[in-house]
Structure formats: structure tokens, C-alpha cells
């Protein structure tokens, strides 16, 4: 159904982190100035103190930090959306076969050759009982070939994460330039097809036009309609 794009004096919405560099950094021989023991027995202590940058961890220490990232929660949210970037992608060639529209087909073809049919067969299935879940990888390869056609543009596997963190409700941070608009498309689509309508917000009126312009190619492209919304 809607894409709307709405203006508003709040910050962002739609800004995926990169992973943050390392934050260990030590210096070769902790001195006592900085209260620092060099004979202690707890070299991690020693480890942590740092403030060479220059310095590389010992082996030990990058050790025990892969063994944390193996456990850490971070970890295994990450885990699964590489698995959606694996499904996006492993869909992409079938796609690409598709028609922009189904009048370019026989009629008995069309409806299983139109890549703009796979709406109305998400809604079909989603009526059926499925979930957004279900749909999801193959709705955001569809957003992906809808925005390589109207747009020229394809979405990178990072961008796909930021899809998948904006549509579980979580805030995905990117810089100037990285794509975010690109991104909102595919949880926009996504969560549009349940028709209760998706609202993108910005945090001005220029910003809303264009993104309803711009963006609005790729909903309009995959048969959704876009409104506008602006204060005025």
C-alpha cells in the first residue's frame, strides 16, 4: 500500500553501523607513572592500560578478544543477517529473468514472469498465513532488482543488514553518502505489503520530496502507491 514519506523536526530514522575499530591499543612497558605495576601477574591489566596505538596486541590478547566476539550476542545477530545476505543473494539470478510488467508476457506466463506480480503473490501468501519472515529474503531480492531497474542502482549486502535492522525495529546508523534512503526501501516495501501503509520520516521537507520522488520509483516500480506528507 503507502510509502509515505513524512517530514519532521526529529533526527533520522534511517541512519547500519560500520563494526568499530578495535579498542585495545597497549604501550610496550606500562611505566609506573601510569600506576601501573610492570611485574604484575596479571598481564591483561598491562594489556588494557594502553595508549601506544603504535603498539600491536600480543597474540594472547587477540586471542581471548576472537574467543569474546565467538560468544558475544553481537555475534550471533550478525550471523543471521550474513544468512539473509546469502538468501537475497542466492535469489538475484531467478530475478533477474523476470518482466518489468506482465503485459510483456503471454498472458499464461505473466503472472510467474512479472517480477511487479511478486506483490500480489507476497499479499497472496501472507493471507494465506505466512509471515513477514517468510517473505522476507525474497521481498528484499525483489526491492534490490526493482531499484536496479527504475534507479540504476543495487543494493550492497551492508545495505541489506540495514533493511533487515530497520525492519526488527532497531536503529541503524550510517554516514553522509552510505545509502540510507536506498536502504529504507527494502523495510518499506517489506512491511508495506501487510497494506497497512509505512511511514519513512526526515527531518525536513526537502528531504521528504526527494525521497518520495526518488525512492518512490522503486515502490511505484513493484505496483505500491506514495504519498507525501509536509509541514507547511
Not at 546469502?86 to 517480477?115: C, K, T, Y
Request: hydrophobic share 45%; aromatic share 6%.
Amino acid at each position: 500500500m503507502a510509502a509515505a514519506a513524512l517530514s519532521s523536526p526529529s533526527p533520522s530514522l534511517l541512519s547500519v553501523p560500520t563494526p568499530p575499530a578495535h579498542l585495545l591499543s597497549i604501550t610496550s612497558k606500562p611505566t609506573a607513572a601510569r600506576g601501573l605495576n610492570p611485574r604484575t601477574k596479571n598481564p591483561r591489566r598491562l594489556y588494557c592500560a594502553a595508549a601506544s596505538p603504535t603498539v600491536p596486541a600480543p597474540a594472547s590478547a587477540a586471542k581471548a578478544g576472537s574467543w569474546r566476539d565467538l560468544f558475544s550476542l553481537n555475534s550471533w545477530v550478525v550471523r543471521d543477517y550474513r544468512r539473509l545476505v546469502d538468501s537475497v543473494g542466492a535469489l538475484e539470478p531467478a530475478l533477474r529473468r523476470l518482466s518489468d510488467e506482465a503485459q510483456q508476457m503471454l498472458f499464461f506466463f505473466s503472472s510467474r514472469l512479472s517480477l511487479k506480480a511478486k506483490t500480489a503473490e507476497f499479499r497472496a501468501r501472507l493471507a494465506r498465513g505466512e509471515t513477514l519472515a517468510d517473505v522476507q529474503a525474497e521481498a528484499f531480492a525483489v526491492v534490490r532488482e526493482a531499484a536496479r531497474r527504475a534507479l540504476g542502482m543495487r543494493h550492497f549486502d551492508v545495505q541489506i543488514i540495514g533493511g533487515a535492522v530497520l525492519h526488527g525495529g532497531c536503529i541503524a546508523e550510517m554516514k553522509t553518502g552510505e545509502g540510507k534512503t536506498l536502504v529504507s526501501t527494502l523495510a518499506a516495501y517489506l512491511n508495506a505489503l501487510t497494506g497497512e501503509g509505512v511511514h519513512v520520516v526526515t527531518v525536513n521537507d526537502y528531504l521528504a520530496q526527494r525521497a518520495a520522488e526518488w525512492m518512490g520509483c522503486v515502490h511505484l516500480f513493484l505496483g505500491l502507491t506514495v504519498g507525501l506528507m509536509q509541514h507547511k
